[in-house]
């Protein structure tokens, strides 16, 4: 028999004495009575007392009884636990336990990381001349020893205040880090890692072997709850659009039903001061979504949680989620092209158009489109963009590259229409001046104008491979393919693949390969590609065009204005400060309470000020205040991932562990226990409640003994 | 004085025929010739042929002889239980008030002066293990006030067995006539007290047991614990009340009914004297009792 909570033994052992002293402390003190017939008395208490006696030595008994039954149940013996695999020749052992949020999950009052702490300590009672580490693992997976050792108390003690962290588990390192302190020990016996873990499918889908040398054994221990947990988790919380200042801001909470079962909720909000309730109906295993208007008067930041109210599930962390989310002012576009602007017809006229579709009336309301020629490029003209669009600029100057390049590395999105071969040598150039943090996935070629665009022998191109699932085709959902049918292009920058590039950054392609749509991360900033004349297209003129200029600068102008999901806690984060933020001077970083981060460290440099956090506090909003002034609000949060409880199927995680070229006989290499027996474990886990009852019963003897023995 | 008006019209009386030295208004054992005519025996040799009753042998010619009862004074003798347990209801060791003992010195006064009023002679023996105090009986107010100044100097003595100073006192008496034993009975053996009590009935002695009870000896007081500490010596028991009241009751009414069973059977009269009732209260009934 093991127990989850030994010490409650101990503390069980300690209130023992409890009803000693209440029945010491308790004896009523006598008072003095000189008395005559002393002797009627005596004969009396001799009979008496017997029973006296007897009845008290049963409510100590039953007393201690109930106490020691309390204390049992909270130790939550388990009474058929099942055996550790021990391994043959085993001399090396690391333990990887666990500590992400998801092993907080709990059903019919068993925690998981109960249970895992207990298995893990069971195999470190092992003993026996191993030398054993303990990885501890979260976001960042960390080992107790830097190397094996036999220091069996040391680790026991650190497993036992182990506590689960709102962190997610890093698998793929936790798993290396345990092959490289038995790597250190390499030659001195068999190796094994013993992971304790509720084995999310979602943090091991995609883990292997790896390093691991093939004489090294893995077993699973499997602490989970089982495929059905019954879960319910806030997976997000973000703002549809960016949100301007007077205009109402639309909160999208989605909430993910982890359960076979449907779920009738409500979700609340709590914006600054503000709180909004809405019910929700979450089908099984899907999730559901929760909109929220707010209205955003001012510039500034909205922050708060969002969470699911009474959820009553087997996680009750991730039923609360953290969120900052920028108001701000309507947005400024910078057109950069040769094109007259009072010229109706040109593409940088349709550009400016789609973008702002009505142009102010006045001076200072409103979405501003400014045009700036290239020849006359200023930084104070380009660093009123929020946008910066680049659209026929005919060959840039180094200059304007140059400050092109500063605005992208410092956070600008830019929005590059390249048509004409110009472009090409443009977007060269932009790619040597930002250096390193430009990786563009393609390499342009400038085509020959040889014929007229649309001419006779010339092929228009449609669009395909478009990547519907992400933004900016997402909104078109499935009438994607028809809208785009129309759109033919001649005489587009023909592309080939760079090497090192990433294909995923391209979004669409042309009918002829070339890349069509390319999203770029260049620093802190995005630069989106739009590969080919708009004048040279059926483009401008159709329904399509519209909604996807649209698309195209809110996913720019929402990477910009910080509608980031919150950011994961307990992992490095370099944040970048909005452009506004030009010195370190009287930054200080808080937490939502107001009280100032110890880690706040701020750098400042060519691309702007930076936040390096070393690790990501727990969840919560923190603001980066200037003064009374927040010049920047960030939430922290375990990833959404870590509420699905679901495990991972035990075959292929078998497969993908087991070394290719695995000895014969012994052992097998890889073992996952007690996913199988889940309903075993669950029930040796419910001892526990039998014993409540057995502390009932004895409390309702007691009142019996009372009641029979009464005077 | 008060009190005094309240016993001025009892008297005490013995149903009993007692010996007296003076001439009273109690029955003497012996017959004779006084003055209330008893009845008519056969006379036989060696009567007094003074007592012939001439007139019945001149009619039937059969001799009778006229038998007549004597009065006499009464000779009281009281017998004061002086044991430490007739202290039990004191209100403090030095203060008596409210004990056993006060109300037997109340009763035991009052007798000496109803007795002592009516020309009768009390005698006083203050007793414990032993006789400790031995008045002989007399009549004048020097008996009354030498009566009184004996109980008011009782020094309780902690050990109770009365049978030895009867057995003493019964040596001491040479006339018949009643005995008033005032105690608790809380004797260490009653089997000896009755039998030197049956020493008195045997010599014809009037015997009038007075048992004086405190009524938390019938019933335990109430409260969670209590000490209760033995008046004669026997040390101390904690326990709560409430958990042997049941008991300890029940063996004090099967103590009170024994000893009642054993007076009577030992042809005592026997009276029971609660505390709680004044004393007065007892003699009007126990008097008024005897003469009714």
Redesign the interface.
């Known amino acids: 028999m093991s127990m989850l909570h030994p010490m409650a033994l101990l503390i069980g052992a300690g209130l023992l004495t409890l009803p000693v002293a209440v029945h010491l402390l308790t004896?009523?003190?006598?008072?003095?009575?000189?008395?005559?017939?002393?002797?009627?008395?005596?004969?009396?208490?001799k009979?008496?007392?017997f029973l006296?006696r007897l009845r008290d030595a049963l409510i100590l008994g039953l007393r201690a009884l109930l106490l020691a039954a309390i204390a049992a149940a909270f130790a939550r013996p388990l009474l058929k636990a099942p055996a550790i695999q021990t391994g043959k020749d085993v001399t090396r052992r690391v333990i990887i336990l666990d500590v992400s949020r998801s092993m907080n999950a709990r059903k019919g009052g068993v925690l998981a990381f109960d249970r895992a702490k207990a298995q893990a300590l069971r195999y470190l009672r092992q003993g026996g001349g191993l030398r054993t580490d303990v990885v501890l693992a979260g976001a960042r997976p960390r080992a107790v020893f830097d190397s094996l050792s036999a220091n069996h108390p040391a680790l026991e003690a650190e497993v036992r205040r182990a506590e689960p962290l709102e962190e997610e588990l890093d698998a793929r390192t936790a798993l290396a880090r345990a092959a490289q302190l038995l790597e250190s020990k390499a030659g001195e016996g068999r190796g094994q890692i013993v992971i304790v873990t509720d084995l999310q499918e979602t943090n091991w889908h995609d883990v292997s072997r790896g390093a691991l040398q093939p004489d090294v054994d893995v077993v699973v221990e499997y602490v989970g709850l089982g495929p059905d947990a019954g879960n319910l988790a806030l997976s997000g919380v973000a703002s549809q659009r960016r949100i301007e200042a007077g205009q109402p801001a639309q909160i999208r909470v989605e909430v993910q039903n982890f359960a076979g079962s449907d779920q009738l909720r409500t979700v609340e909000l709590k914006a600054n001061t503000r709180v909004y309730r809405q019910d929700i109906r979450c089908p099984a295993w899907q999730s559901a979504a929760a909109l929220f208007d707010l209205p955003a008067a001012d510039a500034g930041w909205i922050t708060g949680a969002a969470r699911i109210i009474e959820a009553r599930d087997a996680l009750p962390a991730d039923d609360i989620r953290y969120f900052a989310f920028c108001v701000g002012q309507a947005p400024a576009y910078v057109v950069l092209s040769l094109d007259d602007p009072r010229r109706v017809g040109t593409s940088s006229y349709f550009l400016s158009r789609m973008l702002c579709p009505t142009p102010p009336s006045g001076a200072a309301a409103g979405t501003k489109v400014l045009h700036v020629s290239p020849d006359l490029v200023s930084a104070t003209e380009l660093a009123q963009a929020d946008l910066l669009v680049v659209n026929r600029p005919g060959r840039l100057k180094p200059e304007a590259v140059a400050e092109v390049a500063a605005l992208l590395l410092r956070g600008r999105p830019v929005f590059y229409v390249a048509g004409e071969p110009a472009d090409a040598e443009n977007l060269s150039a932009l790619k040597t001046a930002c250096g390193e943090a430009l990786k563009l996935p393609v390499r342009f070629t400038a085509w020959t104008a040889s014929a007229p665009a649309g001419g006779a022998g010339e092929t228009g191109l449609s669009l395909r491979d478009i990547k519907a699932s992400t933004d900016p085709f997402r909104v078109f959902g499935e009438s994607i393919g028809r809208l785009t049918d129309g759109v033919i292009a001649w005489r587009i920058l023909k592309t080939s693949p760079e090497p090192g590039g990433l294909p995923d950054e391209i979004l669409a392609c042309w009918s002829d390969g070339s890349a069509a749509v390319m999203d770029v991360p260049v620093g802190n900033g995005r630069l989106l590609i739009w590969n080919g004349d708009l004048l040279r297209s059926t483009l401008p003129r159709s329904a399509f065009f519209v909604a996807l200029v649209r698309e195209l600068a809110e996913r720019l102008l929402a990477a910009r204005l910080g509608s980031q999901d919150a950011l994961p806690v307990g992992t490095a984060r370099v944040v970048q400060l909005p452009p506004e933020v030009e010195s370190t001077s009287g930054l200080k970083v808080v937490d939502a309470e107001g009280r100032p981060l110890d880690s706040a460290d701020m750098e400042e440099s060519a691309a702007g000020v930076t936040w390096r956090w070393t690790t990501t506090g727990p969840p919560g909003v923190y603001s980066v205040m200037k003064g009374e002034h927040t010049v920047f609000a960030v939430a922290t949060d375990c990833p959404p991932s870590e509420g699905d409880l679901r495990p991972a199927k035990a075959e292929e995680l078998v497969a993908r562990l087991a070394p290719l070229n695995a000895g014969p006989g012994g052992s097998p290499p890889v073992r996952i226990v007690g996913m199988a027996g889940e309903a075993e474990r669950a029930e040796a886990a419910e001892v526990w409640p039998w014993i409540l009852v057995a502390a009932v019963v004895f409390f309702m003897v007691e009142l019996c003994a009372l009641k029979l023995f009464r005077? | 004085m008060g009190v005094l008006s309240r016993l001025a019209h009892l008297r005490f009386g013995t149903k009993h025929t007692v010996e007296g030295t003076y001439s009273g208004r109690h029955r003497s054992r012996h017959r004779g010739g006084a003055a209330e005519f008893l009845e008519h025996r056969q006379y036989s040799p060696g009567d007094d042929v003074r007592r012939l009753d001439w007139k019945v042998l001149g009619r039937t010619g059969r001799s009778y002889v006229r038998l007549y009862e004597d009065e006499t004074s009464l000779v009281a003798t009281m017998v004061l239980d002086i044991s430490r347990?007739?202290?039990?209801g004191?209100r403090s060791g030095r203060d008596t008030a409210g004990s056993?003992l006060d109300y037997a010195r109340c009763i035991c006064a009052a007798l000496a002066h109803i007795i002592i009023r009516e020309r009768d002679r009390f005698g006083l023996a203050l007793a414990s293990s032993r006789l400790n105090t031995y008045l002989p009986a007399g009549s004048t107010s020097g008996q009354l006030d030498a009566v009184l100044s004996a109980i008011e100097r009782v020094e309780p003595v902690p050990d109770t067995a009365l049978s030895v100073p009867l057995r003493e006192l019964f040596a001491r008496l040479s006339q018949r006539g009643v005995l008033i034993v005032v105690s608790?009975f809380?004797d260490n053996d009653l089997e000896r007290l009755f039998a030197a009590v049956k020493l008195f009935r045997h010599r014809h002695f009037g015997v009038l047991l007075l048992h004086v009870l405190?009524p938390q000896?019938e019933r335990?007081?109430t409260?969670?614990?209590?000490?209760?500490?033995?008046?004669?010596g026997?040390?101390f028991?904690?326990?709560?009340p409430?958990?042997?009241?049941?008991?300890?009751e029940r063996?004090?009414r099967a103590?009170l009914t024994g000893l009642r069973a054993r007076a009577i059977a030992a042809g005592c009269d026997y009276y029971l004297l609660p505390t709680a009732v004044p004393y007065v209260q007892h003699l009007k009934k126990l008097l008024v009792e005897r003469h009714g």
């Open positions: 004896r009523p003190r006598p008072l003095r009575f000189p008395f005559s017939a002393l002797r009627f008395l005596d004969s009396a208490l009979q008496r007392r006296a005077v | 347990s007739m202290l039990f004191a056993k608790d809380l405190h000896e335990l007081p409260g969670p614990a209590y000490r209760f500490e033995g008046l004669e026997e040390g028991r904690i326990c709560s409430q958990e042997v009241a049941y008991l300890y063996r004090f103590f």
